[in-house]
């Protein structure tokens, strides 16, 4: 089992910053990648940024030069710092892992591990 917790968001003034913090835990061999997706009302959810075990970043266009991701792999754990936020940046924010695991026979991967979402509101 694998658990994703998260921790951060809520309410923020236009043009200004938070900073979303993601654990994974449980029976976890290495984590390939870990990410930031959001969803806002009516909308699909999306990808924001992710970023690899390796250090590698992807962001969405509509955040670049404004977010952050990093993560330290000690802990097992992504921050995504959000700055210079906009109202459209208003939605349910989720983490999610690509994990190996073993099974106690096998080394297996899975990439929809999810974090429980967190609110971040901005206002206008």
């Known amino acids: 089992q694998v658990q994703l917790v998260e921790s951060g968001g809520g309410l923020v003034q236009a043009g200004g910053s938070q900073r979303l913090s993601c654990a994974a835990s449980?029976?976890?061999?290495?984590?390939?990648?870990m990410g930031w997706y959001r969803q806002a009302p009516g909308k699909q959810r999306e990808l924001v940024a992710a970023?690899?075990?390796?250090?590698?970043?992807n962001y969405a266009d509509s955040v670049k030069g404004r977010f952050t991701i990093s993560r330290d792999n000690a802990k097992n754990t992504v921050y995504l710092q959000m700055n210079s936020l906009k109202p459209e940046d208003t939605a349910v924010y989720y983490c999610?892992?690509?994990?190996?695991?073993?099974?106690?026979?096998?080394?297996?991967?899975?990439?929809?591990?999810w974090g429980q979402g967190t609110q971040v509101t901005v206002s206008s």
């Open positions: 999610n892992a690509d994990i190996t695991y073993y099974d106690g026979t096998y080394y297996r991967r899975n990439s929809d591990y």
């Open positions: 449980g029976s976890i061999f290495s984590i390939v990648a």
């Open positions: 970023i690899t075990s390796g250090g590698s970043t």
